[in-house]
C-alpha cells in the first residue's frame, strides 16, 4: 500500500471511531445540558438547597398536579391535592397517593416534568419522591410528599405552572427485592 | 490474475474463487450492482404484500403485525440493500475509468466491504422466520417501539446494521482515497467528472455519519441488554434524544442516496443533447452546500415532538434554504438541455424523468418544510408520497438510466432500444398512477404504517396498488432486457458508444477490457 493511501486511511478511520464516540459520549450529554439550559422537555432541576426566603405575596401563582401511569403500570398513584395556589418564595409541601395493587412487589420511579416549558427552570424542590425510587410490597400502599418553592424570578407571563409525574415500573432493571431497598 | 479473470470454462470452483477474492473495481462493481438487484426484487416483494393488503379496505391476506415488518423491511431493504449498494457499484466500476486510476485504492478492502453486505442482509431477512418475527417498528426504528416493546430479534437487526455501516465506511473510504490519490495525471478536481464529484461528496457524508447510525443502534443494544436508559425515561433518558440522533444521520442519509443520483444524470443529459454540461463549477458548489447544509437541518422531521418555536423557525428557513443549491442543479440541467440537439434514448427518458419528478418530490418537500403544514401532513401518505418521488423517481429511475447508459460499455452489447423504452413507460406511468394518489390520501388524513383504513380512502387505495402492480411488472422487464442484453444483444465495439458520450470511460475499448489505465493517459 503507498504511503499517501495509507496516511489518508488513518485520517478517514479515526473521523469514522470519532463520530462514533461523538453520537455515543457527546450527543446525549450535550443534548441534556441543552434541554437543562434551555428547559426545553420541562425538565426539573435535582433537590434544592433553600436560600434565604424573600416571600414575594403580592403574586400568586397556581401550581397543578398531574399523576399518570406509563404503559402497563398498575398502581393506583394520583395527588392528594390537584391544585394549590401559593406565593413565589414560598416552600410548601404536598403528597401522592401511592398503591401496589398487586400481589406482588414492585419498584416504581416517577420522572417529572414542568409545563410551561419556561417555568422549569424555577420550580425547585427541596424534597421529593422523584428523588429516589419507590419500592411498594404488594398491597402497600403509601403518601410520597414533595416539598416545593417557586423561584421568585419566575417570569411574569406565568401564572399557572403545570407539574406532571409518570410512574414507571423498574421492577426488572433495579433488580433488587424489596428488602434490600427499604 | 495476469491470465484474464476465470470462466464458467474454468470450472466452478475456480469461477467462484474468482468472484469471491476478487479485488478487481470491475468485478467487485458489478457483484455489487447485482447483489443491490437482488435486494431491489426482495424489497419490492414486500411493497407488492403491502399494496396488495391495502388494495382494499378491511384485513385481506395477512395479519397488522405481519404487515408492520413488511414496511420496516420494504424500507430498510431498499434504503441499505438496493439503493446505497446500488450506487457503490457504479462508483467501483466507473470511477477509476473516469478519472484514469487502474483500480480503487484499497482493493482488497473493496472486496470485504461487498463481501459482508450479504451476511447483514441474510441476518436481517432471517429474522422474518424466528420466533416473533422482524423488525416492526418501521425503517426509523424509533424508541421505545426498537427497545421497551421490540420482538427480541431487534438484536440482529443491530447487529445487521452493525455490519452494513461497516460495509459503508469501507466502501466509502476506498472512494475517497481513490480520488484524492489516483486521479491521471492533469486530471484536476475542477476537471473530474460529475459523477466522481457527487461520490466524493457522498463518502465523506458516509464517513460522517454512519458511525452516528452505529452509535444510535449501540446505545438501543445497552438499553435493551445492559440496563442503561439512554432513550428510556424511567432511568432518566428521554426517547425524543434517540430521534435526533437518528435525524442526525438520516437527513444526511437521504442526500447520500440522492447525490450520486445527480452524479450520473450530470453524465447523461449532456451526452444526449450533445453540449457540454452547464454549469460546470455551480453543480460542484451546489453539490458541497447542499452537503453541508443537510448536517443543519434535522429536526425538520421532528416538528411535532413539541420544539420551541424558535427551534421550528429555524429549522423551517434552513431547510427551506437547501431548495437554492438544489434549484440551481435543476436549472443547469434543463439550460444544458436548451437548443440541444436532443435524441430521446432509453438513459435520456429516465434522466428527464428524474429531473421532473425530483423536482416535483421536491416542491412537496418544501410544502413539509413549513412547520405549521407539517403537523397536519406528519406521518400520513403525504410523507410516503413525498419520499417516494425523491427515492424512486430520483434515485431507482437515476440508477435504471446509468444501467442503460453503460451497460454496453460493461459488456459489450447493445440493449434492445424498444424494450428499454416500453420499460420506461410502463415505468413512469406506473410510478405516478401509485404515489400521485398517495398525496390525495395523505392531504385527506390517511395515517402512514396501518394495515387497515377508512371506506373514504378506498378508491384512491385500489388505484394506487394497481399503479404498484404496474411498476413491479416494469422491473421484471428491465431484469428480463439486461440478461437479454448480456446473452444475445447486438455487439458494440467502438469506444465511444454513444455519439456524444465525452470522458475517458468512453475513451477504452467496449467492452472495457477487465484492466483499464495501467499506464495512465494523460489528461490536458
Not at chain 2, 25 to 54: N, Q, V
Not at chain 2, 359 to 364: E, K, L, N, Q
Request: net charge negative.
Amino acid at each position: 500500500m503507498q504511503t499517501s493511501h495509507r496516511t489518508l486511511l488513518a485520517k478517514l478511520l479515526a473521523l469514522a471511531v470519532a463520530m462514533f464516540l461523538f453520537a455515543v459520549f457527546v450527543l446525549p450529554p450535550l443534548y441534556d445540558l441543552f434541554c437543562e439550559i434551555t428547559g426545553i422537555g420541562g425538565r426539573t432541576d435535582g433537590k434544592y438547597e433553600a436560600v434565604e426566603v424573600r416571600v414575594d405575596t403580592s403574586r400568586q401563582v397556581e401550581v397543578q398536579f398531574v399523576a399518570a401511569n406509563n404503559a402497563e403500570m398498575p398502581w393506583e398513584f394520583y395527588p392528594m391535592e390537584y391544585s394549590v395556589v401559593v406565593h413565589p418564595g414560598e416552600s410548601r409541601a404536598v403528597n401522592f397517593f401511592a398503591h401496589n395493587t398487586t400481589g406482588e412487589d414492585m419498584v416504581a420511579q416517577a420522572i417529572p416534568n414542568v409545563l410551561p416549558n419556561n417555568a422549569a427552570d424555577y420550580f425547585h424542590k427541596t424534597a421529593c419522591f422523584c428523588f429516589d425510587n419507590q419500592p411498594l410490597a404488594a398491597g402497600e400502599q403509601a403518601e410520597l410528599g414533595l416539598v416545593f418553592i417557586l423561584d421568585p424570578d419566575l417570569p411574569d407571563s406565568v401564572n399557572t405552572v403545570t407539574l406532571s409525574y409518570t410512574l414507571f415500573d423498574i421492577t426488572d432493571r433495579t433488580g433488587l427485592s424489596i428488602s434490600q431497598i427499604q | 490474475m495476469a491470465h484474464g479473470p476465470a470462466t464458467l470454462a474454468d470450472g466452478w470452483v475456480k469461477y467462484a474463487s474468482r468472484w469471491l477474492f476478487t479485488t478487481n473495481h470491475k468485478d467487485i462493481g458489478t457483484l455489487y450492482l447485482w447483489f443491490s438487484f437482488a435486494m431491489f426484487i426482495l424489497g419490492g416483494s414486500f411493497a407488492m404484500i403491502i399494496r396488495a393488503e391495502l388494495f382494499q379496505p378491511g384485513m385481506q391476506l395477512i395479519k397488522p403485525e405481519f404487515f408492520n415488518q413488511m414496511t420496516t423491511m420494504h424500507g430498510l431493504v431498499m434504503v441499505f440493500g438496493a439503493i446505497m449498494p446500488a450506487f457503490v457499484g457504479l462508483a467501483n466500476w466507473l470511477i477509476p475509468m473516469m478519472i484514469g486510476a487502474p483500480d480503487m485504492a484499497l482493493p482488497r478492502m473493496n472486496n470485504l466491504s461487498f463481501w459482508i453486505l450479504p451476511f447483514a442482509f441474510a441476518i436481517l431477512v432471517a429474522t422474518l422466520f424466528m420466533e416473533g418475527g422482524g423488525p416492526n417498528f418501521g425503517w426509523t426504528f424509533y424508541a421505545p417501539l426498537s427497545t421497551t416493546y421490540a420482538p427480541d430479534t431487534v438484536n440482529y437487526f443491530i447487529f445487521g446494521v452493525h455490519i452494513m455501516g461497516a460495509s459503508s465506511i469501507m466502501g466509502s473510504i476506498n472512494i475517497i482515497a481513490t480520488v484524492m490519490n489516483m486521479r491521471a495525471p492533469g486530471m484536476t478536481y475542477m476537471k473530474m467528472p460529475m459523477f466522481v464529484w457527487t461520490w466524493l461528496i457522498t463518502a465523506f457524508l458516509l464517513v460522517a455519519v454512519m458511525p452516528v447510525l452505529a452509535g444510535a443502534v449501540t446505545m438501543m443494544l445497552m438499553d435493551i441488554n445492559f440496563g442503561t436508559s439512554f432513550f428510556d425515561a424511567a432511568g432518566g433518558g428521554d426517547p425524543v434524544l434517540f430521534q435526533h440522533i437518528f435525524w442526525f444521520f438520516g437527513h444526511p442519509e437521504v442526500y447520500i442516496i440522492i447525490l450520486p443520483a445527480f452524479g450520473v444524470v450530470s453524465q447523461i443529459i449532456p451526452t444526449f443533447s450533445r453540449k457540454p454540461l452547464f454549469g460546470y463549477s455551480s453543480m460542484v458548489y451546489a453539490t458541497a452546500s447542499i452537503a453541508f447544509m443537510s448536517f443543519i437541518v434535522w429536526a425538520h422531521h421532528m416538528f411535532t415532538v413539541g420544539m420551541p418555536i424558535a427551534g421550528e423557525l429555524y429549522f423551517m428557513y434552513a431547510t427551506m434554504l437547501i431548495a437554492v443549491p438544489t434549484g440551481v442543479k435543476v436549472f443547469n440541467w434543463i439550460t444544458t438541455m436548451y437548443k440541444g440537439s436532443l435524441t430521446f434514448e432509453t438513459p435520456m427518458l429516465f434522466s428527464i424523468a428524474f429531473v421532473i419528478l425530483f423536482t416535483f418530490g421536491g416542491f412537496t418537500g418544501l410544502m413539509l418544510s413549513i412547520a405549521a403544514a407539517d403537523i397536519q401532513y406528519h406521518d400520513t401518505y403525504f410523507v410516503v408520497a413525498h419520499f417516494h418521488y425523491v427515492m424512486v423517481a430520483g434515485a431507482v429511475f437515476s440508477g435504471t438510466a446509468a444501467v442503460y447508459y453503460w451497460l454496453p460499455k460493461w459488456c459489450g452489447k447493445m440493449y434492445d432500444e424498444t424494450m428499454g423504452k416500453v420499460q420506461f413507460w410502463i415505468a413512469f406511468i406506473g410510478f405516478n398512477i401509485t404515489f400521485m394518489p398517495q398525496h390525495f390520501l395523505g392531504l385527506a388524513g390517511m395515517p402512514r404504517r396501518y394495515a387497515d383504513y377508512g371506506l373514504q380512502f378506498a378508491d384512491w387505495n385500489m388505484v394506487s396498488s394497481i399503479g404498484a402492480f404496474m411498476y413491479g411488472a416494469a422491473q421484471i422487464l428491465f431484469l428480463f432486457n439486461v440478461v437479454r442484453t448480456i446473452t444475445h444483444g447486438k455487439p458494440v465495439d467502438k469506444p465511444e458508444v454513444w455519439e456524444g458520450a465525452e470522458g475517458l470511460e468512453w475513451t477504452v475499448p467496449t467492452p472495457a477490457p477487465y484492466h483499464t489505465f495501467e499506464k495512465p493517459p494523460q489528461v490536458k
